[in-house]
């Protein structure tokens, strides 16, 4: 996000100079969180509904519905050490029951650990976390 300064033998600084003297100003002024909220603008352009591939993380390639949850969760860094925990305890073969599974965050990392052989129970008392549940996992 920010340029590198370079020192220049002319004595008047250009305006893209000048520029990039101002920007460095305001971020160095904006805290933390606010320099977040920022550069996660673009992310709320993306319609609710929209299906991508996770990026990252345990359930790096699923299919995921932006609007289903948090942005870090098809970005691949949501809770990513529980999601290193749950690597390291889940093993192929295992059944695993996921009480409360929301809209299948873990479900979908648990299908994967586990593999063909093991066996998921899914459960989720809501109807809206269910669909976005059943569209994670079809």
């Not at 345990?58 to 691949?76: A, F, R």
Request: glycine share 10%; aromatic share 8%.
């Amino acid at each position: 996000l920010l340029a590198p300064l370079r020192a220049t033998p002319s004595a008047a600084p250009t305006a893209q100079r000048r520029s990039t003297n101002y920007l460095i100003c305001i971020f160095a002024q904006l805290d933390t969180h606010n320099l977040g909220r920022m550069l996660r603008l673009p992310l709320g352009l993306l319609p609710e509904t929209a299906t991508v591939r996770v990026l990252g993380g345990i359930n790096n390639g699923c299919k995921w519905v932006v609007g289903s949850s948090v942005h870090g969760c098809w970005l691949g860094h949501y809770e990513s050490r529980k999601q290193a925990l749950v690597s390291h305890l889940i093993g192929s073969g295992m059944t695993v029951f996921d009480i409360g599974a929301n809209v299948g965050f873990y479900t979908l990392a648990f299908a994967r650990l586990v593999g063909h052989g093991g066996e998921v129970w899914a459960f989720e008392p809501d109807c809206r976390n269910v669909s976005y549940l059943q569209e994670h996992i079809d």
